[in-house]
């Protein structure tokens, strides 16, 4: 998925009357519909509070009928206390259970570097090759460059995949070479490559 990403589904069942005539499709207005996702701190996080203010409802309550009954702060702690935290669990399970509670991972600033080094690796030797075209083709000196600018943990054997961002695919075309490269968005970019193995432009 990317940003503005939109799927649509046509779907029905046609059964034998209904295929004695032509089929007329209506368009109807897209209604966008947006789901809201907690992770499982988040999600903690709310229902806490829910049980936060459960519990203060709950105790204020019930210790305002027992001091009409005339009952000490110390018997109102004692006998009020237990009713309002179990009220107070309750409000915040019941808070959780009605939330969409999705598991997140969360990744490190070594797996994020180690991710955007190998498009920087494509940035720099598209500019180079910006600046100096190549004598080899294309497809090899772009794979012997890459190689050159990659860390070593950054290495993958199939980059062709476009399964993560990095991953790339050189398909030839009729004014040269298109160059695919999956961005940080896992969205493929294509640029186009001139014959002579220099791109027509480079984005940041």
């Not at 089929?23 to 519909?33: A, G, S």
């Not at 030797?125 to 090899?140: C, G, W, Y």
């Not at 896992?186 to 027509?200: A, E, T, Y």
């Amino acid at each position: 998925m990317w940003p503005g990403c939109v799927l649509t589904r046509l779907h029905g069942r046609l059964d034998r009357d209904d295929m004695k005539s032509d089929l007329t499709l209506n368009w109807i207005e897209p209604r966008p519909v947006q789901a809201t996702l907690y992770p499982r701190t988040g999600a903690m996080a709310l229902s806490g509070c829910v049980s936060a203010i459960a519990f203060a409802l709950a105790f204020a309550w019930s210790t305002r009928t027992a001091a009409r009954r005339g009952w000490r702060i110390g018997a109102m702690v004692r006998h009020r206390l237990l009713p309002a935290i179990v009220v107070a669990l309750v409000a915040g399970a019941v808070a959780y259970s009605m939330l969409e509670v999705v598991p997140v991972k969360s990744k490190s600033r070594e797996e994020i570097r180690s991710l955007l080094a190998t498009l920087w690796a494509h940035h720099f030797v598209l500019q180079q090759l910006e600046r100096e075209p190549p004598a080899l083709p294309f497809p090899e000196v772009y794979h012997m460059l890459l190689s050159d600018n990659l860390d070593p943990e950054a290495k993958r054997e199939d980059f062709e995949a476009l399964a993560l961002p990095g991953d790339f695919r050189i398909e030839p075309a009729e004014d040269g070479w298109r160059l695919t490269i999956l961005d940080s968005y896992f969205v493929p970019v294509s640029i186009p490559i001139n014959p002579n193995g220099s791109p027509c432009s480079v984005g940041d």
